[in-house]
């Protein structure tokens, strides 16, 4: 198995694709890489970004509701002061979905939702199944971890840090 993993690994690197390799995901100490995600109205934008202090990161859809019911319950103008950032992984949705359903809905939220389209792009984010991430950081260093079920968690995370 071993074997077969290196001689694709090999194969891919001399074709110039991608390893199917995927690093771990980032943890307490690690600092965040400096990318661009396309938000919800398809402008790109800075990930972590300067003012970053917090980022919540979601893959399923019911800790991806909780997170914009805790954004709508803030508000923008605290999201900002705050320095919180939102990164959906929408890459598991079918396209049609995507399209038809989710973006609508997306583009009516008044805060900027950052969206990882593709599988690789947001593996570096640690994860638990069906929950909410809550990243909090400082000048791009994770400096704390929590994984949340609801709202009320994710402000408890929030205001922890």
Not at 1 to 27: D, E, I, K, N, Y
Not at 85 to 113: C, E, H, N, W
């Amino acid at each position: 198995m071993q074997r077969r993993t290196f001689f694709t690994a090999v194969a891919l690197a001399a074709l110039g694709l991608p390893s199917l390799a995927v690093a771990a995901p980032l943890a307490v100490g690690d600092t965040l890489p400096q990318l661009q995600f396309d938000n919800q109205h398809g402008k790109a934008e800075p990930f972590p970004g300067t003012e970053t202090r917090v980022v919540l990161f979601a893959i399923e859809k019911a800790p991806s509701d909780e997170i914009n019911a805790y954004l709508s319950d803030i508000g923008v103008e605290a999201m900002r002061k705050q320095g919180i950032v939102f990164l959906a992984d929408i890459s598991g949705m079918p396209g049609f979905v995507t399209q038809s359903f989710a973006l609508p809905k997306m583009r009516k939220r008044p805060y900027p939702i950052l969206l990882a389209s593709k599988a690789d792009q947001a593996a570096f984010m640690p994860h638990q199944k069906d929950a909410a991430t809550v990243l909090t950081v400082h000048q791009c260093k994770i400096t704390h971890v929590a994984f949340v079920q609801n709202a009320a968690g994710i402000k408890a995370a929030v205001g922890s840090n």
